[in-house]
């Protein structure tokens, strides 16, 4: 069977870490629950885009609406932020947009490992959610939806 394609901004490789089912809208966790679902169900591939993403784009933001909120310069500053920092680590030192990573538990341990060294989380700062993710990277992921 093939892999499950979803598509992630980068900064959403970091938010996927520390969700607990918490998010902007009702909407919003509905389909962030439902991929985080398929991550821990089947095997699942990232594919690294600029932009709405899979988590964004169905129940948030029309791709194609430039005056969405997913399209604003500081967020794309962001993703360009959590891509540059996970370009640090040996196993995604080739990411970029476009690339595609397979979702395996050792990656998922790799980052949750460098994002409690906070060597990750430059585009953390000024995010409103880095106080909540701080605690639950204090708590070292208790309760996290992604396993």
């Keep these: 069977m093939a892999d499950t394609i979803l598509?992630?901004?980068?900064?959403?490789?970091?938010?996927?870490?520390?969700?607990k089912g918490n998010g902007y809208s009702k909407s919003f966790v509905e389909n962030f629950d439902l991929l985080i679902e398929r991550m821990n169900t089947s095997s699942v591939t990232l594919e690294i885009c600029?932009?709405?993403?899979?988590?964004?784009a169905p129940r948030l933001c029309d791709p194609t609406d430039a005056t969405c909120h997913c399209h604003d310069a500081d967020l794309l500053k962001t993703d360009d932020q959590a891509l540059a920092d996970l370009g640090t680590l040996p196993s995604l030192e080739n990411i970029s947009y476009g690339s595609t990573i397979p979702l395996t538990r050792e990656l998922i341990r790799d980052l949750r490992t460098a994002y409690a060294k906070n060597t990750i989380r430059t585009a953390c700062q000024g995010c409103e959610w880095k106080e909540f993710c701080d605690q639950i990277k204090d708590d070292q992921f208790q309760e996290t939806k992604l396993i």
């Design 7 to 19: 598509r992630f901004r980068p900064h959403h490789l970091l938010c996927m870490l520390t969700y």
């Design 50 to 56: 600029k932009g709405p993403d899979d988590i964004c």
